[in-house]
Each structure stands twice: as structure tokens, then as C-alpha cells.
């Protein structure tokens, strides 16, 4: 990934919100690709999940992407 590259999100059907905005483009894009990124949740923090999906997949109606801690 080149630093200079200019995207607008939110122009996408992901619009970058709360601390998603701050991840570096590479964490989410392994390839060159731009496609095929997961949108839900699970595609990036199944592993994380301190609730081993116990809770289900609505984070969000707990957690906020400003912070895990927040809501």
C-alpha cells in the first residue's frame, strides 16, 4: 500500500466510523484487490470476542466503534 492513496469511504457500502476511520488500509485490504473485505463484525473481530459469540452478532447493541468500553 502506497501512503498517498486518497479513498473516500463513504462513498462505499462501509463507511468508516468511530476508530475504524484511524486502521491503516492494509489491515482490512491483505491484497490489492479492494474486494471481498468482510463488513460484518465477525470478519475482523471473531477472535476478540470476549463473548466467544455467546451475545450473538449484534455488538452494536452494546458496544460503540468510538471504543469497546463505550456505550
Known amino acids: 500500500w502506497r501512503e498517498d492513496v486518497a479513498f473516500d469511504h463513504d462513498l462505499t457500502a462501509f463507511a468508516l466510523v468511530g476508530l475504524h476511520v484511524a486502521v491503516p488500509c492494509h489491515e482490512c485490504h491483505v491484497s490489492a484487490a479492494y474486494k471481498g473485505v468482510a463488513q460484518e463484525?465477525?470478519?475482523?473481530?471473531?477472535?476478540?470476542?470476549?463473548?466467544?459469540?455467546?451475545?450473538?452478532?449484534?455488538?452494536?447493541?452494546?458496544?460503540?466503534?468510538?471504543?469497546?468500553?463505550?456505550?
Not at 452494536?60 to 463505550?70: K, R, V, Y
Open 41 to 71: 463484525w465477525v470478519g475482523c473481530h471473531q477472535r476478540s470476542d470476549k463473548h466467544k459469540g455467546a451475545l450473538g452478532r449484534a455488538c452494536e447493541a452494546c458496544h460503540s466503534p468510538n471504543g469497546w468500553q463505550l456505550w
